[in-house]
């Protein structure tokens, strides 16, 4: 029999973060078996989930989804930041208008009254309140904390505000969880309803779906607060909090609350639901509205910056013919699917950040596959050159967004967020948020050390986890496939204990971060579609997934923040400096034998998607590519599934002619010819599929996705209609099944085309700047990675093998990046450990104005030493930025304090006006002066203890090795470098050499 009808008004997901572990999917699940016709979500102060429960709702039909929120609320202006004593409140939207208006007030909660927690004040919600369903709240509400402190009139009081306020849409909530307070509350409560006339709500504030999950929720408790489960000065729930069915309510109140007070309160759950208008949040796609030239459409304007940019990129008056078919054939897809806009707003910002020079790459993704998208410069592959398809990124087959992602120069990639900011209004652009998701190995870990099982234990099972392309093994498949994990689970109670606690907890969203790249503008202010919040350092994000996001109707546009583009334009401004050479990217020779050669060494550090590992450079040296194809395919192939199948080797093979290279019928040499009759891209499967089997380039894009998906049904209609379309090109039967079958079988592992040969020209310009300019080049690349040790000891034995000297710091040449010395590298000042930025600025600002420093004393008296302190100053001189003034080390630490106590002294009386004439000149008449003798015999520090300081500062040996007296023996000795580690298998046997700079005893 099914429990009574009853609908969860006060429910926190795993939403909640840290705090809440009901996953929505499990949670319209248990409304359908439940009889729970609606569900409502109220995460904490968050809305994150709203999309995701209309979706599932109606995916799974029969609940009614009610979107939420748990406001925190306070008495004042919610602008000030100091402490309020905040109240928990139950927000629910009754329709779109109070959708809309929940929407606003979370959002201006986030960026308006953030201290702690999201806040609204009673003044807004009067303002926002229409459309909107109030709930009185739990423990942690107004009404309950007077009444907890005997305050009932304050109480009241409250209550007969809102009931003002909302008319019969604020209820008053009772809870009972086990809890003393809870009950002490409910009379009071009862009384307050019947005296102002207002309807109680039976609710439960629900944490996690079935009872038996309280232990994993403990857990997930602990996880967020760094406790144990055992430790008993912490928060604690009573084990009460699931999401209970109507029977359960109803029982939960029996022996404080008489039958009638009981069901009125659960009717209340039925009529609120009723009450409920079913929210559509699903949009037709909207983008900001862009303002043309006069006597312009959208349309006319895209068709004129389309054929003047081919004009421009060809460097011709008039188009060849091709070109213009193909420009009219694009334009005609984007102009039906109604996307001319979105196409301008990219050339725009784009267009901004070239006009700015702010480095651009070439393409990403399919959008190089479009001469549109070339002749505008938002990519710089041409494709017809390159035989790119422009159905592979806009199919007019099947209407999707486009989807163009750039890359722009890392350290200037918010300049275009705020350009777009400013031109279509800050209130309408936004980056997106994402969710950071328990994996098997992360939540193994984090429940066996809040049960304070042992760490050794819990790594070692840790460790059994495969991790395929980049995802470990769920759980459950491990308990049932996995035979080492599966024995340790069944014969050990602590580990099936640790695993199924886990395993309940697995998925569930731990924190939230934002997309590396996803920003969305909208037409209209963001607060009136969809909420936003900030991130931890202040920039504006969406609080939706962008898969939610484009469901609402918002377009996702890429901006990605690329490195290597910044590394490049640093190297060609230290060309221009260094040697007063221009380089321009867009004139590059392609055909450099040289710059080959260097890839096909191996000689592949710092050269870009090219650097990975070990198994990359044997590839690229069995390759030896020769054209800038052979690098786009080897960007393309050098992947798990091509690697696995032995597709690289037969490639390799063909290519040197130790194979031979064959088609399964004359037609496919065209298509595979540049990949010695490979199928290596998605883009051949698509051109078989019209030039062989007479599909249109929209259909062989279908034809590609079903084969990626491999659905049985739809492979049996593509195979009848492939078949057939090959017989009426005269193709035989048995060549045709042949080919179909391997065309699906490549499927899984082919590229896109389009992708690899954009970022093959970032390949080649990296190793043509290293091939030509090997200092300033090697010199931007290690600039560009200072933060990374590791990264800055690889590079900088990379400078080494290529015979570039590597010069440590100096005061009076460095700047604050590394830079390129004659036809060596120095170090930057920022690579000196507490050496701070401003310190660089106060040493740099002072060479620049009054010239070199003299000597040490001099570089004493001209900085500002209270921005360069003693601590700065000891680091400067142990890293070996001050040798060059004619003094040693130890000489400089000895005479460090009094030297340091005098040169401020002087300061403070030049700052004062105290030195008369004669002292600012030469030191006498009472000035203090810096020329006394030194102390010591300016001997300085053994070779060791030198290299020691060196490395502590810089956090590499920069003048000499400790291993260099053996380093010839090691050669010899070893089998690996230790970086290569990493690449091996385990329980591969190697032999390596190194310092072994601490030892930890566990």
């Known amino acids: 029999m099914s429990p009574r009808p009853y609908v969860p008004l006060h429910l926190h997901t795993e939403y909640s973060l840290l705090d809440g572990a ?218 009460w909090e699931y999401i209970k069915n109507g029977d359960e309510m109803a029982y939960l109140f029996r022996d404080h609350l008489d039958s009638e007070l009981i069901e009125e309160a659960i009717r209340s759950t039925l009529e609120i639901a009723d009450k409920v208008e079913a929210i559509k949040l699903q949009g037709a796609p909207r983008l900001p509205k862009v303002d043309m030239p006069a006597g312009h459409t959208a349309e006319s304007y895209l068709s004129s910056l389309v054929f003047d940019g081919i004009k421009t990129k060809l460097e011709v008056d008039e188009i060849p013919e091709n070109y213009v078919e193909r420009a009219r054939t694009e334009l005609k897809v984007i102009e039906d699917m109604d996307f001319p806009s979105y196409f301008i707003i990219t050339w725009d910002f784009i267009n901004f950040a070239r006009q700015n020079g702010i480095p651009v790459g070439p393409g990403r993704g399919s959008a190089a596959g479009s001469l549109v998208a070339y002749a505008l410069g938002i990519t710089n592959i041409d494709p017809i050159k390159y035989n790119l398809l422009f159905e592979r990124f806009l199919n007019p087959e099947r209407k999707s967004m486009p989807d163009i992602d750039t890359d722009f120069c890392i350290e200037r990639r918010d300049e275009i967020l705020k350009y777009c900011a400013e031109k279509y209004g800050d209130d309408r652009v936004a980056q997106i948020i994402t969710f950071n998701r328990m994996t098997s190995k992360a939540v193994l870990k984090d429940v066996a050390r809040v049960l304070e099982f042992p760490f050794a234990d819990s790594n070692k099972l840790a460790k059994m986890i495969p991790v395929t392309r980049g995802k470990p093994t769920p759980l459950k498949d491990m308990v049932g496939e996995h035979p080492e994990f599966k024995q340790v689970y069944e014969s050990e109670e602590e580990v099936r204990q640790v695993v199924d606690l886990a395993q309940k907890l697995e998925g569930v969203n731990k924190t939230f971060g934002m997309h590396a790249a996803g920003v969305v503008i909208s037409d209209i ?201 090959c017989a009426d090109n005269g193709i035989k039967a048995e060549i045709a099944e042949k080919l179909f079958d391997t065309m699906l079988q490549f499927a899984e592992y082919c590229f896109n085309k389009s992708h690899s040969q954009a970022y093959s020209l970032i390949t080649y310009q990296t190793a043509y700047l290293k091939t030509h300019y090997p200092v300033e080049y090697m010199t931007a690349l290690l600039s560009s990675v200072a933060g990374d040790q590791e990264k800055v000891q690889g590079y900088i034995a990379e400078c080494q093998a290529m015979g570039i000297s590597i010069f440590p710091p100096d005061v009076n040449v460095s700047g604050s990046d590394f830079t390129a010395d004659g036809g060596a590298i120095r170090f930057g000042l920022s690579a000196v450990k507490n050496v701070g930025e401003g310190a660089i600025q106060e040493i740099v600002s002072q060479r620049e104005t009054a010239g070199e420093y003299k000597s040490f004393q001099d570089f004493l008296t001209r900085i500002d030493l209270r921005v360069v302190n003693k601590r700065c100053l000891e680091a400067l001189i142990k890293s070996g930025a001050c040798v060059n003034l004619g003094i040693t080390r130890k000489q400089a630490l000895d005479n460090l304090d009094d030297l340091v106590d005098r040169a401020s002294r002087q300061q403070s009386q030049k700052a004062s006006g105290q030195m008369s004439l004669f002292s600012m000149g030469d030191g006498d008449a009472g000035g203090v002066t810096l020329d006394q ?49 990493k690449e091996l298998k385990d329980g591969t046997t190697v032999i390596v050499g190194g310092l072994a700079n601490s030892v930890q005893k566990r």
């Open 525 to 725: 202010p963001l607060e009136d579609l969809v909420p936003v919040q900030r991130n931890n350092d202040g920039a504006k994000i969406a609080q939706f997934y962008m898969e939610d996001l484009a469901y609402v109707g918002l377009v996702k546009m890429d901006f990605l923040g690329l490195r290597n583009l910044t590394m490049i334009s640093k190297a060609i401004k230290i060309i221009k400096q260094t040697r007063g050479i221009e380089i321009d990217l867009d004139k590059l020779p392609l055909d450099d034998e040289k710059v080959f050669q260097v890839i096909s060494n191996g000689d592949l550090a710092g050269i870009f998607q090219l650097e990975t590992s070990s198994g990359m450079r044997q590839v690229a040296r069995d390759m030896r590519p020769s054209n800038m194809e052979d690098i786009s395919a080897l960007i393309a192939l050098y992947r798990p599934g091509p690697l696995d199948s032995g597709m690289i080797d037969k490639f390799i093979d063909c290519k040197h002619g130790r194979a031979k290279i064959t088609y399964m019928t004359p037609e496919l040499e065209p298509i595979l010819k540049d990949t010695y009759g490979q199928i290596v891209y998605q883009e051949q499967v698509m051109m078989i599929a019209q030039q062989l089997g007479g599909y249109s380039l929209g259909q062989a894009d279908l034809l590609r996705r079903a084969m990626g998906k491999k659905k049985p049904e739809e492979m049996e209609k593509h195979r009848g209609i492939f078949y057939k379309g």
């Open 22 to 239: 009901t996953k929505i999917k499990d949670l319209v699940k248990k409304a359908k078996a439940e009889n729970m016709p609606a569900v409502a979500i109220t995460d904490h102060g968050v809305m994150y989930g709203a999309v995701e429960l209309t979706k599932t709702c109606h995916e799974m039909g029969g609940v009614k989804p009610i979107i939420g929120c748990e406001a925190y609320i306070i008495d004042g202006d919610i602008e000030e930041r100091k402490k309020t004593e905040l109240y928990h409140l139950t927000m629910l939207a009754q329709n779109k208008t109070g959708y809309q208006n929940l929407v606003k007030l979370n959002s201006r909660a986030h960026l308006n009254g953030y201290y702690y927690k999201p806040r609204i004040n009673k003044e807004m919600l009067a303002e926002f309140s229409e459309g909107l369903i109030v709930l009185s709240g739990c423990l942690g509400a107004q009404l309950c904390q007077h009444l907890l402190r005997d305050e009932y009139k304050e109480a009241r009081d409250a209550a007969a505000w809102y009931r003002d306020t909302l008319g019969d849409n604020y209820y008053i909530e009772i809870q009972d969880h086990g809890v003393p307070e809870d009950r002490k509350v409910n009379k009071d409560l009862v009384k307050i309803a019947r005296d102002l006339g207002i309807k109680l709500c039976a609710t439960n504030d629900s944490h996690f779906t079935n009872k038996h999950d309280a232990r994993a929720h403990d857990c997930l408790l602990c996880m967020s607060m760094g406790k144990h489960v055992t430790d008993e000065k912490r928060m604690k729930f009573t084990g």
């Open 933 to 981: 003798p030194l102390k010591g015999d300016g001997g300085e520090y053994p070779e060791a203890e030198l290299q020691f300081m060196e490395h502590e500062l810089l956090g590499f040996y920069v003048t000499s090795h400790p291993l260099n007296r053996v380093a010839n023996r090691l050669k010899y000795i070893t089998t690996h470098p230790i970086k290569e580690l």
